[in-house]
């Protein structure tokens, strides 16, 4: 997970008191890799907003929830794989879509290999008046 360079980002003091937390927990966070600050030029952690919000949810975990360290990076572990999962869920579904209404606008595609042989309609040209007559019937006469 890259940090974009210039964006604010908040010292691990502020933050450590923001949340109650010694700074030394912090630290140990990172190295567990629960939270992933980025670094000045001068080597100072910088949290970002997205790096508060995962503070919160690992401190809500371990805090309200009791989960210990490891359970808190399989939790974490999974909700990257499940909004992952989701952001491909509805590129699916746009592209259903997508492929839905142009199959509305246009005429159905004739099946390229189809399991029941399809007749297709024969042209036929116009009879003629001559063409549409009954035949006769030749060796027998009318009275019989």
């Not at 908040?10 to 109650?20: D, L, P, R």
């Not at 790096?51 to 974490?76: C, K, P, Q, S």
Request: aromatic share 4%; net charge positive.
């Amino acid at each position: 997970m890259a940090k974009q360079k210039g964006k604010a980002g908040y010292m691990i003091s502020a933050v450590a008191e923001k949340y109650g937390i010694h700074p030394q927990t912090l630290r140990m966070y990172e190295r567990e890799g629960l939270i992933k600050p980025s670094r000045s030029e001068g080597n100072t952690r910088l949290y970002t907003d997205e790096d508060l919000e995962r503070l919160e949810v690992v401190l809500e975990l371990t805090r309200e929830l009791g989960v210990n360290l490891a359970g808190v990076e399989i939790i974490l572990n999974m909700r990257e794989k499940m909004a992952a999962m989701q952001k491909q869920i509805e590129q699916f579904v746009a592209s259903l879509n997508v492929e839905l209404a142009r199959s509305l606008h246009a005429e159905p595609p004739e099946p390229k290999h189809s399991l029941v042989p399809v007749a297709r309609p024969v042209s036929v040209s116009p009879l003629t008046a001559s063409e549409t007559a009954l035949p006769r019937r030749r060796g027998r006469s009318a009275k019989a």
